[in-house]
């Protein structure tokens, strides 16, 4: 059964470093998303992805976050100077199309900044 | 501003009971339910979802039930087995208003014991 992978599954940072968390979607899927998920909280909306640019934002996704596309596979979010608040696990997800469609999640990458 | 909530931060069963687990939502304008399981390390899983049109849907083992008078949700799990202990959440896609983003609720950690 198809699936959406992420890669790594942990990354430890320091403070003001950049990340790149990697995604890959389902293969016939063309809507990507990220969320994240702080320990104990919910699952909050990030970013959603279509046709090669955002779709939607959320709050949480300010100035230091970026999402690309760089091939036909792979999808990612950067974060350009990270904070210890960024501290979570960003999930990935992708769905067939937009509305009434399933949106499948990747295992997550835990982020650490330290 | 909206938000989706869960009534029971935990939820104890025994095996073999059936579990029911809530949700109330506040976004009338709703269209869209999903609820997905999160096992300890791992990304959210796709259960059941359920159109604002529908009042009840059944999948195996789990049944969601959806009142738009007093905007509740709740999923039914029968026989409840140990594989099933997780934390549950619910999630809606305001498709009404364009959206594309799945907003979730806080999460019901389901222990079952044996």
């Known amino acids: 059964e198809p699936e959406v992978t992420q890669t790594p599954s942990h990354q430890v940072t320091q403070m003001g470093q950049e990340v790149i968390l990697r995604c890959v979607p389902i293969s016939n899927h063309l809507y990507f998303y990220w969320y994240r998920q702080i320990l104990g909280q919910k699952v909050e909306f990030l970013v959603s992805?279509?046709?090669?640019?955002?779709?939607?934002k959320s709050e949480i996704f300010d100035d230091q976050f970026s999402v690309e596309r760089p091939d036909g596979s792979n999808f990612t979010l950067k974060i350009r100077s990270t904070k210890l608040e960024d501290s979570a696990m960003y999930f990935c997800a992708s769905s067939i199309s937009k509305g009434v469609d399933t949106q499948y999640f990747g295992p997550g990458t835990r982020l650490t900044v330290l | 501003g909206e938000n989706v909530g869960l009534h029971l931060p935990t939820l104890s069963v025994q095996e073999g009971d059936n579990s029911i687990i809530n949700c109330a939502y506040s976004n009338s304008a709703s269209d869209y339910f999903i609820w997905y399981k999160q096992e300890s390390g791992k990304g959210p899983q796709f259960i059941i979802d359920i159109r604002s049109n529908m009042d009840k849907r059944q999948g195996q083992r789990v049944t969601v039930l959806l009142n738009k008078t007093v905007k509740h949700l709740s999923l039914q799990i029968a026989a409840t087995q140990p594989g099933d202990s997780a934390v549950y959440f619910c999630a809606e896609n305001p498709l009404s208003g364009g959206y594309n983003k799945l907003i979730f609720g806080a999460g019901t950690r389901l222990a079952v014991h044996p």
């Open positions: 992805f279509y046709n090669n640019e955002i779709s939607e």
